[in-house]
């Protein structure tokens, strides 16, 4: 396809379309600086093409130009305002810049466009949690949860919410659902082991830290927890043998 439109565009520079379907095939192939030259083209040729306004925002966020991205989404909405998809990846673009407050918003809109957007809901959560606005957080997760029952990165994000009010009981109950969906993300594992020590529940909590370890066999933390736990339960010469691989 790509020598099929080069071919076309090096008979006519004006084929705008040419321009654009090029620049989708670039991005597909991770040439991006490219990608954006053949937008840029079609551009030039037919502005008031949202969708390459949009394809545009996606090929620079991908290439970690989040402004910039962040002003082709501004311009695809400037044409046309109704289009969740540029609120949502606009609204990504300014969370990867820190800028949480113009997320929300971005993803408050999106929401209002297609209130069962499951991403959305769940990065509104996200960022609500980086503010340590825990409550708004908790009613963004459960609706991410609510539109998508397997969606285990919400219960993960519900249960850490949980966690920072000191409410272990809900947490645990969180990430042990969330494990029934995706059983081999060590984060989830090491989330649950910390809310069952913090229970008393040291059993329950050695077992889970050797998931974290079965997952994430160099990490150094977790083999401090691991054994620190074994010491709690009176495992001494284990507990130092755990220790001796933390450092």
Not at 13 to 19: C, G, P
Not at 25 to 48: A, G
């Amino acid at each position: 396809a790509v020598q099929t439109f080069r071919k076309i565009l090096s008979l006519n520079t004006e084929q705008k379309d040419a321009w654009y379907e090029l620049g989708y095939c670039l991005d597909f192939m991770e040439k991006l600086d490219e990608s954006v030259k053949c937008y840029d083209e079609h551009l030039n040729r037919d502005p008031f093409n949202f969708n390459a306004w949009y394809n545009r925002g996606i090929v620079l966020n991908r290439m970690g130009e989040y402004q910039k991205s962040i002003q082709s989404y501004e311009m695809a909405l400037a044409i046309n305002e109704s289009f969740p998809s540029a609120w949502y990846n606009m609204g990504n673009a300014y969370a990867n810049l820190e800028k949480l407050d113009d997320a929300i918003n971005c993803y408050k809109v999106t929401l209002k466009h297609e209130s069962s957007d499951v991403p959305a809901w769940h990065n509104l959560g996200n960022a609500y949690e980086e503010l340590a606005r825990y409550e708004d957080a908790i009613f963004c997760f459960t609706n991410a949860i609510k539109h998508d029952s397997n969606h285990y990165e919400s219960y993960f994000g519900r249960g850490c919410c949980w966690d920072a009010l000191n409410k272990p009981k809900k947490a645990l109950a969180d990430y042990k659902k969330a494990l029934t969906i995706c059983n081999d993300y060590p984060e989830l594992w090491y989330a649950r082991a910390d809310a069952e020590y913090n229970l008393g529940k040291l059993d329950d909590s050695l077992e889970s830290y050797k998931m974290v370890l079965k997952f994430d066999a160099a990490n150094p933390e977790a083999w401090y927890d691991y054994g620190d736990t074994l010491g709690e339960m009176g495992m001494f010469f284990k507990a130092l043998e755990a220790l001796d691989e933390s450092i």
